[in-house]
């Protein structure tokens, strides 16, 4: 095995691969110690920094919220944030051309739509 791939960053590679949506470095945590059961929290933010240095994970900024990671490779969308569990989800669609809602002479570069709402387990 190289160096690179060590046994506690491929424990956080398939704990974003099972749960199949943004998670928080606790959240990361919990799911690789189930692969490394001795894997520590500071190893959890190395590798997470790292691995977003390589290209792999991106950062999802929610407001008010703690950071969270995602796979890179996922094209475009957004996120539905509950506020029962605080758990992060993808949202697959866009709603397109919101650019278009920047008041008049404003070009907008970018955007983001977050949902608030309750899981199907908090509900």
Known sequence: MSPRQTQQRLAIRRAF?????????????????????????????RNLSRLVEEGWLTEVSLPGESTRYETAAL???????CRGCGRAFDVPACPGDVEDLAPRGFVAEAHELVLYGRCPGCR
Do not use: I, M
């Not at 945590?29 to 933010?45: E, W």
């Not at 094209?75 to 944030?81: N, R, S």
């Open 75 to 81: 094209p475009h969308h957004h996120h539905f944030l």
């Open 17 to 45: 691969k099972r749960a199949g949506r943004p998670l928080s470095p606790d959240e990361v945590l919990d799911l690789a110690r189930t692969d490394v059961p001795g894997l520590g929290p500071a190893t959890v933010y």
